[in-house]
Each structure stands twice: as C-alpha cells, then as structure tokens.
C-alpha cells in the first residue's frame, strides 16, 4: 500500500514540482533584473540566496508535506551568524531539507548538481561551492570569503549517500575552513528519508523526516583539535544524534 501511494503521489507531484519551477524561474529573474540596480553586489547575492531557500521551503514544507512531514527541531542561535553547518547525507532529499534552516547559505556540492536542469542554474548563480573543481588552496580561499561576508556554509562531509546503510568517513577540507576561520559549527542530523527517494530512484516513499540541529560547536570548544580530531568528533555527535532520532 505505501509503494502504491508513492506512486500516486509522483504522478501529482512532478508535474506540479515542474510548473512551479518554471513560475519560479520566471519570478526570481524578473524581480532580480528589476531591483538588482539598487543594491550592493553582496547584498544582491544574499537577497538570490534566500529566494533560492525560499524556494526549497515550499517544495518541503508543502508539496511533499501530504506524505512526508518533516520534523525539525534546533537548539537556539543567531541565524544572521555565519557559520558552517554539517550535516550526514542520507538522500538525494537532504539538499531540500536545509531549506529547515533559518540561515541564507550555500552549499558545498559535487559537480553533478550542476548538471540538473534549472536547479544547477540555480545552484551556479547562488555561488554553491563545487568542491570536485577546486585545489584544497582554491577550496579555503572561497569558503574564508563567503564566511567573512556573512553568509553560511552547509556541508555533507560524507561526500556521497549513505542511504539505509551507516554513515560513512568524513573528509577534512571543510573542517579545514572551520578552523581557518573560527566560525561555529552547527550539526544538523538526518533521519528518515532513505528512501524518500531511494538512489537510483524518483519514488518519494511516505516518512516522517526528522531534522535535528544540535548546539553550535564553538571555537573554545574545537580549538586545540587536528583537522582530523575535529571531523571525527563533529561525527561522532551527529551519529549519536541519529541513532537516538531512530528510537522516537
């Protein structure tokens, strides 16, 4: 029953998830080519990031919501901080699920989101960071930039889904800015959406995503730690977080 439902609901969804897409194309490039004269080139790349976030709320929080509803709970922070959140990487879904987070951000990615239609325009003019094309050097000079004007990072160290299996390694580069920059770190935990889609499919399953925010990682706390201490702890947090999500 619940494969069937999940079909169904594709049928409903894509279209609409098309249609909405393209009005939204259509909205964002209009009202930035009408309003972009009158502000800084930074302030016009932080207004872009957030009707790009803007628009990953509704895709989450409205047109999946009647099969999948997502519960996100965070411990208190300043979202006009900038800070760096890393998150473990279940689905192809948990690009959108950052759209819980109150913070305008970009997110480090691999090449092939680029690739989408639209969606990689969306992702290339809001200066998401493809991480498979950059030096470590090229890496840190761009993520110490947009940190130090103020915007969020989001990151997925794990570099590749895990699905239903465990969370895999952590790789060092964005623990790397972190302790370049002093920022706080912020562990955000997925749990859920395994298979809302599953790889290698377009079926969203039904499932009660969970989304958890855990307090800020501070630079008193990670200091006196090694690049690889630090991912390795950042880790460690988010595993046990998860495993908890599983008993609720």
């Known amino acids: 029953m619940r494969r069937f439902i999940a079909i169904l609901f594709a049928f409903v969804f894509y279209p ?6 393209l009005v939204s194309v259509v909205v964002l490039a209009l009202y930035m080519v009408f309003t972009a004269p009158f502000f800084s080139h930074v302030k016009n790349m932080y ?8 628009y990953g709320v509704v895709i989450i929080r ?14 208190p922070r300043d979202p006009k901080t900038a800070k760096i959140v890393v998150a473990n990487h279940v689905s192809a879904s948990d690009p959108y699920l950052t759209g819980c987070l109150p913070e305008v951000f970009v997110q480090v990615v691999n090449t092939w989101p680029f690739k989408l239609p639209i969606l990689g325009a969306f992702a290339r003019w809001s200066g998401y960071v493809d991480i498979k094309k950059l030096t470590p ?26 699905g239903e299996g465990p969370m895999g390694p952590f790789h060092s580069s964005i623990f790397r800015v972190a302790l370049a920059t002093r920022v706080p770190i912020v562990p955000m935990c997925i749990y859920g959406n395994a298979r809302s889609p599953a790889r290698g499919s377009l079926i969203v399953e039904p499932a009660t995503i969970r989304v958890h925010c855990l307090p800020e990682v501070t630079w008193d ?28």
């Not at 207004?47 to 976030?53: A, P, S």
């Not at 509803?69 to 965070?74: E, G, H, L, N």
């Not at 090229?138 to 889904?161: D, N, S, W, Y």
Request: hydrophobic share 45%; charged share 25%; aromatic share 10%.
């Open 137 to 162: 050097e090229a890496f840190l000079e761009i993520c110490t930039k947009l940190l130090r004007e103020g915007t969020t990072i989001v990151a997925f160290p794990e570099g590749t889904r895990a």
């Open 47 to 54: 207004r872009f990031r957030w009707l790009v976030r803007q």
């Open 221 to 248: 706390i990670y200091r006196s730690m090694s690049p690889f201490q630090l991912k390795n702890y950042l880790r460690d947090l988010i595993h046990q977080e998860v495993e908890r999500m599983k008993t609720l």
């Open 62 to 75: 409205v047109l999946v919501r009647p099969i999948c509803p997502i519960i996100y709970q965070a411990a």
């Open 16 to 21: 609409i998830l098309v249609i909405y897409t």
